[in-house]
């Protein structure tokens, strides 16, 4: 029995221990000279394998007349309180050579590291020899003060200049898992208040609203929780799948049969607001599902929740996206998912204060209770015209929002003179800016602020200069199309604009941002490139995952060589002012 135990603890033993990889398994170095007689060289890390900054070294033999004048590298991060590189590096030696060195000369460079693996074994310092037959005459001159020269050169990465998404992904990186969070619940809340977040109030109002009068301050606590998480859930699932494959499921859903029926199920919701219908499980199914009737009606919110955050509102911000890149860049979705997970709760506890303040200020039944209902039924009618600009002609939205304003006055009272004097005041109002928006539409305005704009005499200048933000831009819809323009307008600053119809911040970008004149006098310097991701197709995506896009909007700078400054790329809505300071730096 003894040696049965002994046999099975053995076997235990062998099969549980980790299988470390052998150094030539762990790293394998490679190096080369290219036409300008620098070394290019890489070092190949096995999965799991790290290593570390400071044991990179290159060196050259003495002897040959020729020494290390640079090395450039990628950027370390911060594993385990030591910098290291967590993927291969690569890195560029650039020569140079002593007085009087000329012809070919041959050369002996050892290149020096040394790693570990996450499994707990470090390795010895390991080392590769190089020879290299180097053309001096394509050699810069070394500095007169030779003896200053180092026989041995370690590592210099390259400092860098990051875009803002870029410093978000390092923070997550070399961060603690705490701090990680708070920062992303911090940046959640600053998200609520973005136009990407505000459809979903009339939608969760209205949620607690349709319960009835019978809704405690708890229930709706309980509501408003269940469609937030549900909501956070659905951004983590998206994000997560977006890091890992460049699959943008939201943009996905932006299609037209997506659009249009969800749409309907906010018509559908309204007119359960309005009375003319309840909308409820059958009894049965209800008792089938729960003894109680009080948890009834939390499926209904949590799906709710799920496909508002995937249809409502999909839109990107440097924070959202920075999470990405982390995901994309060390495949770990766990805490990249935790960190959007926090995200996207930090973007629901307004929802949550909404929603509780909902079912807490509840009127009594009666006159105010059927007045509450047919304001929310005609927020949920808002939200669907809102969702419909993304598919259909502005000219039927707005005339679609005309008619909404026009039926929802009536109703308040506007010819009712028996009506409160201040409701009959809102009334007024809403029904002279609905025939305003219905006239506009008649006469071609596109403008939801300044429908009646088309009736004040247009001076030529001003018209050029009204439509200039819509025809400076050159639309491209694949890579294709966008390498040729590159290549045509080499030499020159371009700037590369990721938009979609579906894209709310995209047409806050162009109607705000884009419109300003000195941002218009100032974008008159670069070339303008729009891709148009909007039908989200094969072409589209490759566009978006060739330059790292995880969605629109995201604004890129190429510079005079047709090369992406990636320290000066946009994510995300950004002020004119802002804008403006961000392009005198380019």
């Not at 009618?381 to 304003?405: F, H, I, K, N, Q």
Request: some cysteine; proline content about 4%.
């Amino acid at each position: 029995m003894k040696k049965l135990l002994l046999l099975l603890l053995t076997s235990v033993l062998v099969f549980a221990a980790p299988k470390f990889l052998m150094p030539e398994e762990a790293f394998i170095p490679e190096a080369k000279v290219n036409s300008q007689m620098q070394i290019e060289a890489t070092l190949n890390i096995a999965k799991d394998i790290y290593l570390y900054e400071e044991q990179l070294k290159f060196s050259i033999k003495e002897g040959s007349g020729i020494s290390i004048a640079n090395i450039d590298g990628p950027k370390s991060v911060k594993h385990h309180e030591e910098m290291v590189y967590l993927k291969s590096p690569s890195f560029v030696v650039t020569l140079q050579k002593d007085s009087g060195v000329t012809g070919v000369k041959n050369i002996e460079l050892s290149f020096s590291y040394q790693g570990c693996s996450e499994q707990g074994l470090c390795y010895e310092p390991l080392s590769k020899v190089y020879l290299f037959d180097i053309d001096t005459s394509k050699l810069a001159q070394a500095s007169l003060k030779k003896s200053e020269t180092k026989k041995e050169e370690k590592v210099k990465p390259a400092k860098e200049e990051k875009s803002e998404t870029d410093t978000i992904a390092d923070t997550i990186k070399s961060g603690n898992i705490f701090v990680v969070l708070l920062t992303f619940l911090g940046f959640g809340l600053l998200l609520a208040l973005t136009p990407c977040v505000f459809p979903m109030i009339p939608i969760i109002s209205g949620v607690i609203i349709s319960q009835g009068e019978g809704i405690t301050t708890k229930r709706a606590f309980m509501l408003s929780v269940i469609y937030v998480l549900a909501m956070a859930v659905a951004y983590t699932i998206a994000g997560v799948l977006a890091g890992l494959f460049g699959a943008n499921l939201q943009a996905a859903l932006q299609t037209p049969w997506v659009i249009y029926s969800f749409a309907g199920v906010f018509v559908a919701l309204a007119m359960s607001m309005f009375g003319f219908y309840e909308l409820k499980l059958p009894d049965s199914l209800v008792s089938k599902v729960s003894a109680s009737s009080h948890k009834s009606g939390f499926i209904g919110v949590a799906v709710m929740g799920f496909l508002s955050a995937l249809i409502v509102g999909p839109c990107v911000a440097a924070p959202l996206a920075g999470a990405l890149v982390y995901i994309g860049q060390t495949g770990d979705a766990v805490l990249g998912g935790m960190a959007l997970f926090s995200l996207s709760i930090g973007m629901g506890i307004p929802l949550i204060v909404v929603g509780v303040s909902a079912g807490k200020f509840m009127p009594k039944p009666g006159a105010w209770m059927t007045m509450v209902s047919a304001i929310f039924g005609i927020m949920m009618l808002g939200v669907a015209v809102w969702m419909l600009e993304r598919v259909v002609d502005v000219y039927v939205t707005m005339a679609l929002y005309s008619m909404l304003g026009l039926g929802f006055a009536i109703y308040l009272g506007t010819f009712d003179k028996d009506s409160h004097i201040f409701k009959r005041s809102i009334a007024v109002i809403i029904f002279i800016y609905s025939v305003a928006l219905f006239i506009g539409v008649l006469g071609g305005s596109t403008s939801m602020t300044k429908p009646l704009s088309f009736l004040k005499p247009q001076v030529v200048s001003g018209v050029a200069q009204s439509e200039k933000k819509h025809t400076n831009f050159i639309i491209v819809k694949s890579i294709t199309e966008l390498d040729e323009l590159l290549s045509k307008h080499k030499g020159k600053n371009i700037m590369l604009d990721f938009y979609a119809e579906w894209c709310t911040s995209c047409k806050e970008l162009e109607d705000v941002t884009f419109a300003n004149i000195d941002v218009k006098n100032k974008m008159d310097e670069f070339i303008l490139i729009q891709a148009d991701v909007t039908d989200n197709k094969k072409e589209q995506k490759d566009l978006s995952r060739k330059y790292g896009v995880f969605g629109p909007p995201a604004i890129l700078f190429f510079d005079k060589n047709s090369e992406v400054i990636k320290s000066k790329t946009i994510i995300g809505f950004i002020e004119p002012k802002e804008f403006l300071t961000h392009l005198n730096k380019i």
